[in-house]
Every structure is written in structure tokens, then in C-alpha cells.
């Protein structure tokens, strides 16, 4: 099973594929993710990107769609995965397409978890996570169960992304409505597009989800 996880930036989408994982034996395909360990690197790629990301703009499609392509390739990705803030636009979806074909697989759902802007300020100024593991917090709606400790292995160190602060978001959600909003008339076209509501609790929405990709 193949899935497309679409929503805003701070809409909940990596926490919900983390919690999708395991239960449908998936692997979880964060462009963001990728982009963030080139950067650290200091690969080419990652020199291309730092600027763009953290002026809240949208790398260019030529750079992920080779980054997933590759990845595709890898043994792992087989049974299936989630695709987290990929594709984000409509040139992004096409090559995605296109891609699956050639590798001879398909795309079962794209799966919308929808928040409204407002909201979204206050998820992504307050989002934090695990340096060691990766773990994501919230300072307000997902806090480690003991202060200062990581609840999944347990580390005590924490790091905030660098584009996670207001004046960035308004960029990067002028970038979502304007480039990514495109693609759910594009997958309801092709009949696979759902809706969560994504301002339920987390573990609410991820029953939401499982529904969907139980039915
Ligand atoms: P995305 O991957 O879509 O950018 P995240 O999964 O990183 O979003 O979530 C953004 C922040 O909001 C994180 O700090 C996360 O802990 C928190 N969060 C995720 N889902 C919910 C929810 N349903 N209710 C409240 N906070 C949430
Ligand atoms: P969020 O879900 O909070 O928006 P991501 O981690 O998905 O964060 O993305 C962070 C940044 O990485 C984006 O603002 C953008 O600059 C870049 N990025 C990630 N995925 C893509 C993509 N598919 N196309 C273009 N840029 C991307
Ligand atoms: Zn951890």
C-alpha cells in the first residue's frame, strides 16, 4: 500500500505517519526530512536548499523528485510507504505518476488532514523533537511524559527547526495554498482523495485514518 499524506505544514502529517508505521508495515518518506539531513551534511543539494527552506519556500521539483526517485529504489520502500509532504505541486504529482508506473507500483489513497490556518501558528511555534530518535513534541498538545526526557529512547536532548517560527510559517502556508492546495482537486479527479479532520486529538485522527486504510 502506497499512501500520500497532504495538509498544511504543522497540520500533523509527519506525527500521523510515524503513528501509521508499524501497524501497516510502511516506511515513511519525508521530503522535509531529507532535505533537513542534506542540509546537515553539507551536500551540494543541501547548499541548494538551506536558503530556500528557511525563507519558507518550496525547493525545486527537480531536486525531491530525484531524491524519491532514489529512494523508491531502495529495498525497503517495497511493502509500501507513506509519502509526507511529497508531492507539493502539481508538476511534483505528475512526476510521482509517472515514477510509479515505471517501478511498476501504484498510489492507493491520498489522504487530506485538513487544519485551518489559524491553528496551525501555535502547532508549528510550539513543535520540538527528539535529537537522538527524531520523537516529535509538541510544548503544549504532546509533552515527553517526564519534562526533558524523551519518551521513545529516553534522550534528554531536543532540537527546534529553524524555519519553525511565525514570520517563516506565513511564507510557507502562502506557499501551501498557492502551490500545494492544487493537488487535492488533482487526486479527487483520480478518485483516491479522503479527508481527515485533522483538529481532533492526535490519536483520534489517527483512528480516522486507520478506517480509511482498513476499509
Ligand atoms: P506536519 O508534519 O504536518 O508539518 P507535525 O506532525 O510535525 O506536522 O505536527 C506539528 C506539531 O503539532 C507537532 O509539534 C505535533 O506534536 C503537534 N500536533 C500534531 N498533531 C496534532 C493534533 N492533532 N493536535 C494537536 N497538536 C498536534
Ligand atoms: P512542514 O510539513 O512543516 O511544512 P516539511 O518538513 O515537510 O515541513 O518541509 C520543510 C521545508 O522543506 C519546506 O518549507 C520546503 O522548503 C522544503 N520541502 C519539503 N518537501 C518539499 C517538496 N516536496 N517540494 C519542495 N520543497 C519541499
Ligand atoms: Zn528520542
Redesign the pocket.
Known sequence: MNLVLLG????G??TQAKRLLEKFGLVQL????M??AAVASGSPIGKK?KA??DA??????D??IAIIDERLDQPDTKNGVIF??????VA?AEALDAMLVRKGRKLDHAIEVRVPDQLLIER?TGRFSCAKCGAGYHDKFQKPKVAGVCDSCGSKEFIR?A??NAETVTK?LD??HAQTAPLLPYYEKKGILNVVDGTQEIGQVTRALEAILSA
Open positions: 498544511p505544514p504543522g497540520g502529517k509527519g519525508s521530503t522535509g526530512d532535505l533537513r536548499a530556500v527552506m519558507g519556500q518550496l525547493v525545486s521539483d531536486i525531491v509526507d509532504g511529497f508531492p507539493r505541486t511534483q508549528i527547526r524555519d519553525d510557507r506557499a501551501y
